[in-house]
């Protein structure tokens, strides 16, 4: 009996925790009948192949994008936009078109100023999932399973593709959302990207103190657990910040104004005040988990 797959050839561009993952899945579900990668090295190609990951792979798009129904671009955010053009320069009008990285809105504006008739096969998406690990050998085919993945579809984004890229991620086990690219990236910018910068700052700060020895080695799991997602990737990091510049400097600016208020209550001796800030927080933290999980 044959198979009746979802995609005849899929092409990950970006072969790593995420492009690796959902090859992974995608092969053992058997959801694309041939998944091909493409890396920059030919070291990571061989690492994949041996590992059952894909199918085939190349390091060129020209090679790679021929005759491809569903095209996912998993690369850092500033290699994004270069790679879109070459995805509309080199793929069929039937080539549905996605990303998996954190920030929407620059992607929807190089393709609008830059290849506009590819608006309409061009569906971006971002799962939440992930890890501190990185590289193919840390991607399983479990990590979507029971995640958000947010789509952000423009008014130009065809109802077929939007479909397309729907059944692919509920095909490998996860929730899909949508939501515009704006409101993705204010979202994101609070929930992902100032948690990243507020963990980076930390750290640094603390490693600039002159006892910043005695304080790692005496610091307790809180801290390690805080600052936990600061052994992130420090370069995809730097052009998250960059990509989404605008919404993440204005919630850097508000982060500010309130650790500020916390300061002054702190300075006056504000015993009341301080306790109704930790309060407050605490008791919006456990609010937004009960939301979560579906208990309010």
């Not at 959902?22 to 041996?50: D, F, P, Q």
């Not at 409101?183 to 603390?206: G, I, N």
Request: proline content about 3%; glycine content about 8%; some cysteine.
């Amino acid at each position: 009996m044959s198979v009746r797959y979802q995609f005849e050839k899929m092409v990950i561009v970006g072969v790593g925790l995420i492009g690796g993952s959902l090859a992974r899945v995608v092969r053992h579900k058997r959801i694309a009948a041939n998944v091909v990668g493409v890396t920059k090295s030919r070291e990571s190609i061989e690492k994949a192949l041996k590992l059952g990951v894909i199918d085939a792979g190349t390091n060129s798009l020209g090679e790679a994008l021929p005759g491809a129904d569903l095209v996912v671009l998993a690369t850092p955010v500033k290699t994004l936009e270069r790679q879109l053009g070459e995805v509309a320069t080199l793929t069929s009008e039937d080539c549905t078109v996605t990303d998996v990285g954190s920030v929407k809105s620059n992607l929807v504006e190089a393709v609008a100023t830059g290849f506009p008739s590819m608006l309409k096969r061009f569906v971006p998406g971002h799962p939440i999932a992930g890890k501190e690990s990185s590289g193919v050998e840390a991607s399983t085919a479990d990590l979507f399973a029971g995640k958000n993945v947010i789509i952000t579809p423009t008014d130009q984004s065809s109802f077929h593709h939007i479909e397309r890229i729907t059944r692919l991620w509920e095909s490998v086990g996860a929730q899909v959302l949508s939501m515009s690219p704006a409101d993705h990236d204010r979202v994101f910018a609070w929930t992902s990207h100032l948690p990243h910068a507020v963990a980076f700052a930390l750290v640094k700060a603390m490693a600039s103190h002159p006892e910043s020895d005695t304080m790692f080695d005496l610091a307790a799991g809180g801290f390690y657990d805080f600052t936990r997602i600061s052994s992130s990737d420090p370069v995809m990091w730097r052009d998250v910040s960059l990509a989404n510049k605008d919404a993440l400097l204005e919630a850097i600016s508000s982060y500010k104004e309130t650790l500020s208020e916390l300061e002054q209550l702190i300075s006056s001796g504000d015993e009341k005040g301080i306790e109704q800030y930790f309060q407050q927080a605490r008791d919006a933290r456990n609010m937004g988990l009960e939301h979560k999980n579906g208990n309010v």
